[in-house]
């Protein structure tokens, strides 16, 4: 270490063989922090990653370093590859999922949960049911924070990595037709996607049922923007003009009215007759869970790329990690 500066949101040590990537010391709350030129810079260092476990399994890149994981809403992905991120790079995780057995259960706040953690750790990854939580606990956090989903607001690393996958799998990301199905009115990830490719002179297909539609606030984004965009509650009318299907669970547990879930549940399912519409060249993604609305006799067609697009989070996050710690 060898000195101190005010680095965008957050004062850090300065590490010794620091290279300024725009991201060093800084909150990661919402993709309108990214550019292309960003983009492509976090693209780079994941192909790096991966090749560097594909040969050697780990480094020592953030050898000493410590990553607090803290999730007041289930996840499966997300954490694990937070928390694979972080050690094969040989920094140190605490996970804090079973916020039951925290604190929290005692009646602690998210600001005063989040200055504890950070009083152990050097970057604090944050999941929680509120829209703004993030930020806010931003706020309060010295330490770089990562936004790892506020409620039905933003998942801007799934985005990254979902960027990241449709790159690497068709080529490029401009000029693509991508079609989002599910649920848009509640899937966070939908809503940090379409924002990311605002970057990107991609056009889009919102499909969706009535009461689960594009939130007016992203439409709106996307009209100023200049894209092109239709909305459709009919996924078999347009799979065979899309490059990217990307499809989502009906997130269940966000409707106020369970007759509206139920209304709705099993909407859409993507069967291997569906895919026979589909063009050769496009993919099917899904930031999972899955609970039914790809069918299993989908995951041998080689246009499903979404278990691919698992193994991208773990470079995507090992990329932002390495970054946020003045490393990449
Ligand atoms: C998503 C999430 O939590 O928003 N999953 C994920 O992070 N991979 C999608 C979902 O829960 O349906």
Known sequence: MTDTQTNGSKTRPVPADFADNGFFG??????????????????????????MVERFGSAD??????????????????SSSF???????????????????????????????VRTLESYADVVVLRHPEVGAAAKAAHYARKPLINAGDGVGEHP????LDFYTIRRELGQVDGLNVAMVGDLKYGRTVHSLTRLLLNYDTSFTFVSPDILRMPAEIIEEVKAAGHSFRETDD??????EVDVLYVTRVQKERFEDL??????????VITPELMQKAKQKMIIMHPLPR??????????DPRAAYFRQVENGMY?????????????
């Open 259 to 268: 007759a509206d879930y139920e209304a709705v549940k099993g909407c859409y």
């Open 157 to 160: 690393t799934q985005a990254l």
């Open 291 to 300: 609970v039914g609305e790809i069918s299993y006799a989908v995951d041998d």
């Open 235 to 240: 996924v078999h009318s347009v799979i065979g």
């Open 83 to 113: 928390a694979a991120a972080m050690m094969r790079l040989g920094g140190k995780v605490i996970s804090i999922n079973e916020v039951r057995y925290s604190s929290v259960s005692k009646g602690e706040s998210l600001p005063d949960t």
């Open 26 to 51: 800084r909150d990661v709350l919402s993709v309108k922090q990214f550019d292309r030129k960003k983009l492509d810079h976090i693209c780079q260092v994941a192909d790096e990653m991966r090749s």
């Open 61 to 78: 890149l953030l050898q000493g370093k410590v990553l607090a994981n803290l999730f007041y809403e289930p996840s499966t992905r997300t």
């Open 316 to 328: 995507i996050r090992m990329a932002l990690l390495a970054a946020v710690l003045g490393k990449a």
